[in-house]
């Protein structure tokens, strides 16, 4: 990626491996992302620093998030609310 300084893709590159498989990324955990860029800290530095996520892409997962649960909640059989004091 020209124009780019080593340590902007060494950012892009974690953010990558971090990333969940649906928005684009590896998925990998934190540990594992860790690892591989040599932090031996058992991932808080790339907890802290790198596993950023973009606001588009956070509001993205919840409401997918916020989609799926009213699909499930929609599938449910509706239960007619007992008596006072029984669910």
Do not use: N
Request: glycine share 10%; net charge positive; with cysteine.
């Amino acid at each position: 990626m020209p124009g780019l300084e080593f340590y902007e893709l060494r950012h892009r590159a974690i953010q990558w491996m971090i990333d969940p498989s649906h928005d684009g990324g590896l998925g990998l955990d934190i540990q594992t992302a860790a690892h591989i860029a040599g932090h031996h800290d058992g991932g808080y530095l790339v907890c802290r620093t790198y596993s950023k996520l973009a606001e588009h892409r956070a509001l993205a997962r919840t409401r997918r998030a916020i989609d799926a649960y009213q699909q499930r909640a929609h599938k449910l059989p509706h239960q007619q609310p007992g008596p006072a004091g029984v669910a």
